[in-house]
């Protein structure tokens, strides 16, 4: 199985500030067939279900915010918030579909 | 609008059965898998697996493999997720999702159902 770690567990972030939450996986997730990176990330508010943001490592779902944005490859990936609203709180999941689907273990964001 | 609309809360004893439910709608039902999700309390995600209404296709996480039936009734555009014999640990909340219709199913879920809470408690 392809193991992601996500880092930071918890992170704080002021409003109007940049917010990072990094993606590791275990091995390459770079399909080079198709130059594509097989790697989703999730937005989770308290109570809700989780909400796509981002696939193909850094495709944005109809809809979401151009303030998300998702980048990296191969290995390591990156979830940016360029400018942190009260209502991005929330936990924040990295999914590989490379090779069948394992999720991070989350990401804790809350405002400094 | 798509929507995933899943079973009621539950509470069970262990070693009851239970089969919880995904109606989608919005949708061509058969053309999309179906995933299920687990999220244990103040935990991550976790996949259990995913099914092709269209033909049944199913794939479990070996984590989840025998431990869980994944179905489809087509004719009613509803996926279920089924335990033969509950324990105290499969108390969590299960998310049923749709995956867009890429290779094998193995993609993103893009529109997740409210999530169905199973406490098992004697």
């Known amino acids: 199985d392809i193991v992601m770690t996500q880092s930071p567990e918890f992170l704080a972030v002021s409003l109007g500030e940049r917010a990072t939450i990094n993606c590791k996986s275990s091995q390459s997730v770079l399909y080079s067939s198709n130059n594509k990176n097989y790697l989703a990330w999730y937005q989770q508010k308290p109570g809700q279900p989780p909400k796509l943001l981002i696939y193909?490592?850094?495709t944005r779902e109809s809809g979401v915010p151009d303030r998300f944005s998702g980048s990296g490859s191969g290995t390591d990936f990156t979830l940016t918030i360029s400018s942190l609203q009260a209502e991005d709180v929330a936990v924040y999941h990295c999914q590989q579909y490379y090779s069948s689907i394992t999720f991070g273990q989350g990401t804790r964001l809350e405002i400094k | 609008e798509v929507q995933l609309v899943q079973s009621a809360a539950v509470v069970k004893k262990p070693g009851e059965s239970l089969r919880i439910s995904c109606k989608g709608s919005?949708?061509?039902?058969?053309?999309?898998?179906i995933g299920w999700v687990r999220q244990m309390p103040g935990k991550g995600l976790e996949w259990m697996g995913i099914?092709?209404?269209?033909?049944?296709?199913?794939t479990y996480s070996p984590s989840f493999q025998g431990q869980v039936t994944i179905s489809a009734d087509m004719s009613i555009s509803t996926a279920y997720l089924q335990w033969s014999s509950l324990k105290a640990s499969d108390s969590a909340k299960y998310y049923c999702?749709?995956?867009?219709?890429?290779?094998?199913?193995?993609?993103?879920?893009?529109?997740w159902g409210e999530g169905t809470l199973v406490t098992v408690s004697s």
């Open positions: 999702a749709r995956l867009p219709p890429y290779g094998s199913g193995h993609t993103w879920f893009d529109s």
């Open positions: 099914i092709y209404p269209g033909d049944s296709d199913t």
């Open positions: 919005g949708y061509s039902f058969t053309g999309y898998w």
């Open positions: 193909w490592a850094s």
